[in-house]
């Protein structure tokens, strides 16, 4: 038992670290998350040349074979930085998605350009009535011929304006929220019949509402087998969790310390705000909220690869304790900031942002108490 | 990054299970009982102490087992899940480490293997009436007369006083400019003329607690430890050991596995109360804030075997631990319905109550009522917070 991380991991922190540092001060990204596109293609390239989007991969693809661990460390840099670019869809949805089911001539095809920052990936999983359930498709995929024709919609798709690749999840057969019967596909978003509605997100991201009319799909779009995608695209999603809890201790990590600051340089009444006790218990309540989060984040990114059960537990607990710490947290740091803390000059707003949007990410805190409580420990 | 125990570790862990299975007094495991005596408490100590295994966290020059840390984890949770009895902190966790630290050697030879063997049963004189969270502030006063002190004062909160053999109390002797100075650290034999125990009744209607007068108590000096006016910084360092365990994070796993199957026994218009959305999701967000924190003890823990020592950060176990350790014996009264009414006998008190209900519900509002004083012992939680805000927040 040990919560060390390695003399190589914490080469690959310190080299995200000054990535961030350089390349990513607050003015920086808040310049990326204005522009049009709402992220840098040139920072993406920088990502591939530093080995980033390698990261997580076996080495037998190309990879780096860091797995879990290494995506966390990662996230959590990006978090403080809050990136905008799309690492989580693009290398841990999507990347571990086809490095787990694809077949070997879908990885051959479609790793190398991810890893090497050439093709951008989003996860098309959920509908406007699916709520957060993956479960609940009504989008359909009908055979024709050796392949299948797809049709629905797709909402709220992070990273969707910037994918070239999106994996959607379709009903083959069955209805409503039926485990069985859903298959995931690789779709070409330039293919005929793909439409999409570009948009910003309340985090400065970007995100896509995309319609299938009558697209063809060759045999080879298909990932695994036939209407057994539901249990792929749920380990996706767990994994998508492991990694947006790193993200969202190293944003909360940020919203903490700013709070802090600023509450030992702020002067009120002839003396500085931080020596209130109301204010000191606040910010030792949100500094237990963050080291909480903390200990689930460590805990889902160590035991995400086991068996379904107990990755299922893990991620719900994890995304419950990070969403209501997230929510705590940084409603604390804008409120504890007073009138500066609603500026949107400030960097304190938008980690509260971020949070917040992170909540509404791969399930709410309501839908993981639910799933957590239907659960049972193993 | 793992948190995979070894073959060895696993191995230990059988041995300790075994041994629970094979050696915990029978007539413990039976007790329903929500007060334990002397003889109940010393039975399991015994069993423990001749096995060497009382004292997991001393070293073994002082006739420890020598474990790691994670052994200690490993022994704490086994037993807890086999919900033994405790072992009793004032002697071994508390009194111990400061004799190792601080005593000389006439005393440790003396006081430490009666520890161990459980022949002295310790209480500890820190609060007293004016004196709790604040507690440089306490008066009791000790005046060097020949080869002795004379020791007058009130100390209160005094845990199973009524049992003790002795006492390692703070007192005053002298007083300076700052209220952390002047303050000693004596050994106080509880059967010296001039010491009266008095019980403190608390509201779940237990003998716990007492008052402890001393009047003009006279103490061989040879009972100092450490310097004269060294105190506080014993009493400091004796604080920092309470926290060890502090969280009490598998006692709590245990208490709401216990939850659990209450709620699978009690219903709901004919569902098992467990399967109800609002209690269910009760016992979840208590599991969960539960995980979080077993995961940060394991991390303070791991911490401690790489030789980083628990900093003010372990004032989160005491905080988090102490409200987990509350929510879980308020839903487990919850959980049992209008069987939290009754009222049930405590030990010795001759009351001859008829016992009502389903077993698991005797007592639940008893504890509940019992476990609100974790938040107030050991500094209360405002006072770890401000701990937290000063020595990790820099505030």
């Known amino acids: ?378 | 990054m793992n948190f995979d125990f070894s073959p060895e570790e696993n191995a230990f862990r059988e041995e300790v299970r075994q041994f629970i299975a094979d050696n915990y007094p029978k007539h413990l495991s039976e007790s329903r009982r929500a007060e334990f005596s002397k003889e109940d408490f010393l039975s399991w100590h015994r069993v423990l102490a001749e096995k060497g295994w009382v004292a997991p966290h001393w070293p073994e020059e002082y006739g420890g087992p020598g474990w790691s840390v994670t052994q200690r984890y490993i022994f704490d949770d086994e037993c807890a899940k086999a919900n033994t009895l405790i072992v009793l902190p004032f002697g071994v966790t508390m009194l111990g480490p400061v004799l190792m630290h601080y005593a000389n050697d006439a005393q440790k030879a003396h006081y430490l293997p009666r520890i161990l063997s459980g022949e002295d049963w310790w209480c500890q004189g820190y609060s007293e009436p004016g004196s709790g969270s604040d507690l440089a502030s306490l008066k009791t006063k000790a005046e060097r007369d020949g080869d002795e002190y004379v020791v007058n004062g009130h100390k209160i909160w005094t845990t199973l006083a009524q049992h003790a053999d002795w006492m390692f109390c703070l007192v005053r002797t002298a007083q300076e400019d700052k209220p952390q100075k002047g303050i000693s650290f004596l050994l106080i034999d509880m059967n010296s003329p001039g010491i009266e125990v008095r019980p403190i009744i608390t509201i779940d209607g237990s003998h716990e607690v007492n008052e402890v007068f001393l009047t003009d108590v006279r103490v061989p000096a040879e009972n100092l430890v450490g310097e004269e006016g060294n105190g506080w910084g014993i009493a400091k360092f004796l604080l920092g050991n309470e926290r060890t365990g502090i969280a009490g994070v598998a006692r709590s796993k245990n208490a709401v596995k216990r939850l659990k199957e209450i709620s699978c026994a009690e219903l709901v218009d004919g569902e098992p109360l467990i399967e109800d959305s609002d209690f269910k999701k009760k016992i979840s967000e208590l599991e969960i804030d539960l995980l979080a924190l077993e995961y940060t003890e394991l991390r303070t823990l791991a911490a401690e075997s790489a030789g980083r020592g628990p900093g003010a950060e372990s004032s989160i176990l005491k905080i988090k631990g102490t409200e987990i350790q509350q929510k879980v014996t308020e839903l487990i009264m919850e959980a049992v319905g209008t069987y939290s009414l009754p009222k049930i006998p405590m030990l010795d008190s001759g009351a001859n109550y008829n016992l009502v209900g389903p077993d698991y519900s005797h007592g639940a509002s008893q504890n509940y009522f019992n476990m609100r004083k974790t938040a107030i012992y050991g500094g209360t939680n405002e006072v770890q917070r401000n701990i937290i805000a000063k020595f990790v927040l820099g505030l």
């Open chain 1, 1 to 378: 038992m040990d919560f060390d991380f390695t003399e190589e991991q914490t080469l690959l922190r310190n080299m995200v670290q000054s990535f961030v540092q350089d390349n990513y001060d607050f003015d920086s990204r808040m310049a990326i998350a204005r522009s049009e596109t709402g992220m840098s293609r040139d920072n993406w390239s920088q990502f591939a040349e530093l080995g980033l989007l390698a990261a997580p991969f076996d080495e037998s693809l190309g990879g780096l074979g860091g797995g879990a661990i290494d995506t966390m460390i990662i996230t959590e840099e990006f978090g403080k930085g809050l990136v905008t670019e799309p690492f989580l869809p693009t290398v841990v949805l999507c990347g571990g998605l086809l490095e787990r089911h694809a077949s070997d001539a879908q990885k051959d095809a479609h790793l190398p350009p991810l890893i090497g920052g050439e093709k951008i990936w989003a996860l098309a999983y959920s509908e406007p009535k699916s709520r957060f359930n993956p479960a609940n498709v009504q989008t359909t995929a009908k055979q024709d011929g050796d392949g299948f024709v797809l049709n629905g919609l797709k909402s709220v798709v992070n990273g969707g304006p910037w994918a070239d690749y999106l994996i959607v999840s379709a009903r083959t057969s069955g209805e409503g929220w039926q485990q069985e019967g859903i298959s995931l596909f690789i779709v070409d978003k330039s293919a005929d019949g793909v439409a999409a509605q570009d948009y910003e997100t309340i985090d400065g991201g970007r995100a896509a509402d995309i319609s299938f009319e009558n697209v063809k799909l060759g045999a080879d779009a298909l990932i695994g087998s036939l209407d057994n995608g539901l249990p792929l695209l749920e380990e996706a999603l767990d994994y998508g969790i492991a990694a947006l809890c790193g993200e969202s201790i190293g944003g909360m990590h940020k919203a903490h310390q700013a709070t802090v600051e600023y509450c030992k340089t702020r002067n009120q009444f002839g003396v500085a705000i931080g020596s209130f006790q109301a204010l000191q218990h606040r910010m030792v309540d949100m500094f237990m909220e963050y080291e909480q989060s903390v200990s689930l984040t460590y805990m889902v990114n160590m035991h995400v690869g086991s068996d379904a059960a107990s990755r299922a537990r893990a991620a719900s607990a994890a995304k419950v304790q990070i969403g209501k710490a997230g929510r705590y947290i940084g409603q604390s740091a804008v409120h504890l900031h007073g009138g500066m803390g609603m500026s949107e000059e400030l960097n304190v707003g938008h980690y509260f942002k971020r949070l917040t949007a992170i909540d509404a990410q791969l399930g709410s805190i309501d839908y993981h108490l639910k799933r957590f409580a239907s659960s049972e420990a193993a």
